[in-house]
């Protein structure tokens, strides 16, 4: 294992931001750090970066104990949310910055350093801007200059805060796509904090899940989508449909429809949760839990459907071909719950 | 940029009473100064300045600020970069301190240190049996010059690194910068405008001071003098145009700073842009 994280605890005064999270990341892995807000994610990141000092635990990297070398020793290229550009400097100066404050035995001559520059601004696509300062640049830009300079050290792990949190969502797809490509081509390892679970899930090799300064599960993308382990999880990862229910020996009761529990359900009482897409709607007449049609939005790709369940209210997402045909508001329906995950209810 | 705001019928009082207040507080007594000072001619305007007393209170106050704003420049710098860079126990207690000397009295700044250092005072017998003399000395007038110009720097650079934050410091150090490395490559240059101006206000200020200058002086002429109390001398002796010609020295100095700060604003306008923009 390249990265290894053992048992790392932070706290800040009296509020713990990490418990004893362990993690590793294979060489040239890409790994996000997915959580809400004060989840502990970016706490995990500075520790790493060497900005924040852990209260306890291990982190090791290609054999070494990071946590006994000082920031600027770890070569580690970190890239902030809010850029971070050194706001007096241009965009050239910026990026060389890393080499420029080697000593002087290690500096590369400046025609090396002039050198590296423009090949990282061709990389980042940013050739021609050298002489901008930062201010005269999109929010975009910003980012990608922040990329190059932390790519100017050579770094041997890249550490990413939220880097397109401030950015517009077309821009974010833009560079996330992007920045997937660099870390392919440069193929440092590669840790990236965000809340944003679709960026996560799209952008990573795999995916830890922080809640509460806890690493609650990890994964490949798909394997944590697909198996959340908990209600939170399952709920943070995307749209959720909730309904109370009961498992009973081999059967799951869902307001009068009964189906067989899947292998490893819960026992008692039950969430049952399900993705709005993973649901089908079917005639009354069909087995299945009834519900009544309140609203149709019929506008855009997918047509949200509406529907009350006994006192709950959900909403349903599917194509215009997968639904019946003259559906409309106030009409019994029965819903397939394609696959639906057990939770003890809460 | 705000969009404008059109306020019919108010806008041009705000504008007279705005104009008004300047005048009577502002540029008449300034313009005394001056016609009070040239009231014999300019070579009556000349002649009190060529007093060796006078040239003397020059070189002290001269001599004062170029000892108390270097130090008051380090110690801003330094108390700034605490407050807003880090989080420790007694933050709030330092920024209170740092406050004080604008919340008290000038007189009670140069009390201190008659009460400290006075032949009276806590360490007084000590110090004059060591041969050291603090009060009616140079060394009495920076002690008291340092108090009172010590907040000057620190405010005018603690919100602006409140606002930078410290992101760019922990960039510089991740891609392997060292402490003085980060604080002169990123740090200072960042702060520099801001620099500049509190050195500009504590440096009047350092030259103006008479309250606490005048508690710990002496008033021994030739010798512990500064500008202001030669001011307040020749004017009590009835020397108006003396006075006045001296005062118009400061006045001259404030004018200075003044244009120095607006052309550094025009000279710089488009760096300082993007730097607040950022």
């Known amino acids: 294992m390249s990265l290894s994280i053992k048992s790392v605890a932070k706290a800040f005064g009296r509020y713990p931001a990490l418990r004893d999270v362990s993690l590793e990341a294979r060489q040239g892995e890409f790994l996000a750090l997915l959580g809400p807000s004060g989840s502990g994610k970016t706490t995990l990141l500075r520790i790493l970066a060497g900005l924040e000092q852990a209260d306890g635990g291990e982190v090791s990297f290609q054999g070494e104990n990071f946590l006994s070398l000082p920031a600027r020793e770890r070569r580690v290229g970190m890239v902030f949310q809010h850029y971070a550009l050194f706001r007096h400097m241009t965009v050239a100066r910026n990026v060389a910055f890393g080499l420029s404050v080697r000593p002087r035995s290690q500096r590369p001559p400046k025609a090396e350093i002039d050198k590296r520059v423009a ?3 061709r990389l980042v696509q940013l050739d021609g801007l050298a002489d901008r300062y930062p201010a005269q640049l999109s929010g975009g830009q910003r980012q990608r200059v922040a990329l190059a300079r932390a790519l100017a050290i050579e770094p041997r792990m890249l550490l990413l805060d939220e880097p397109f949190g401030a950015l517009d969502a077309k821009v974010r797809r833009e560079l996330r796509h992007w920045l997937r490509r660099i870390h392919d081509e440069t193929g440092v390892t590669t840790v990236f904090v965000t809340h944003d679970q679709e960026e996560a899930l799209d952008l990573a090799d795999r995916v830890a899940i922080l809640s509460e300064g806890e690493l609650v599960q990890v994964g490949p993308p798909q394997e944590v989508y697909e198996r959340p382990r908990s209600a939170f999880i399952f ?19 869902v307001e009068g429809w009964e189906a067989p529990a899947p292998e490893g359900a819960p026992q008692g009482r039950v969430d049952v949760f399900f993705r709005p897409h993973e649901v089908s709607l079917l005639p009354p007449n069909e087995s299945g839990v009834s519900a009544t049609v309140r609203n149709i939005f019929a506008a855009g790709p997918v047509t949200r459907v509406e529907c ?5 209210r959900l909403e349903i997402h599917g194509s215009a071909q997968s639904l019946p ?12 719950l394609v696959r639906p995950s057990l939770y003890p209810a809460a | 940029m705000n969009p404008r705001i059109e306020l019919p019928g108010i806008a041009p009082l705000l504008v007279l009473a705005a104009v008004a207040v300047l005048t009577v507080l502002i540029l008449l007594p300034l313009g005394t100064v001056f016609v009070e000072a040239f009231r014999n001619g300019v070579a009556g305007y000349l002649e009190p300045l060529r007093e060796p007393d006078a040239w003397s209170a020059i070189r002290l106050t001269l001599t004062v600020a170029a000892i108390s704003v270097p130090l008051n420049a380090i110690f801003g710098v330094a108390a700034a970069w605490a407050i807003a860079k880090f989080e420790f126990k007694g933050k709030s207690v330092l920024l209170a301190l740092i ?3 604008f919340s008290v009295s000038p007189v009670i700044s140069g009390l201190v240190w008659v009460l400290l250092f006075g032949a009276h005072g806590w360490f007084g017998p000590q110090l004059e049996a060591a041969g050291i003399k603090v009060i009616f000395t140079t060394t009495g007038l920076v002690l008291a010059t340092l108090l009172v110009t010590l907040p000057f720097v620190a405010r005018e650079l603690i919100p602006l690194m409140q606002e930078q934050g410290s992101d760019e410091e922990a960039a510089a150090i991740t891609l392997g910068a060292g402490g003085f490395t980060t604080f002169f490559r990123v740090t200072l240059p960042n702060i520099r405008w801001a620099l500049l101006y509190g050195v500009l206000l504590c440096n009047a200020r350092a030259m103006g001071e008479f ?3 005048s508690v710990v002086s002496g008033h021994i002429r ?3 003098n500064t500008l202001p109390l ?4 020749l004017y009590n002796e009835y020397d108006f145009v003396g006075a006045f010609a001296t005062a118009s020295l400061l006045a001259g100095l404030g004018l200075v700073t003044l244009i120095v700060k607006t052309g550094l604003e025009l000279r710089y306008a488009g760096e300082l842009r993007a730097m607040r923009r950022h």
């Open chain 2, 211 to 213: 309250g606490a200058v």
């Open chain 1, 325 to 336: 045909e003259g559906l409309a508001a106030g009409q019994p329906v029965k819903l397939k």
């Open chain 1, 235 to 253: 709920d943070f990862l995307g749209a959720s449909c909730r309904l109370p229910g009961e498992v009973d020996g081999g059967k799951l009761r």
């Open chain 1, 119 to 121: 090949d990282l601004l």
């Open chain 2, 230 to 233: 030669h001011v307040e001398i």
């Open chain 2, 99 to 101: 406050d004080l000397p």
């Open chain 2, 222 to 224: 030739g010798l512990t």
């Open chain 1, 308 to 312: 009350a369940v006994g006192d709950e």
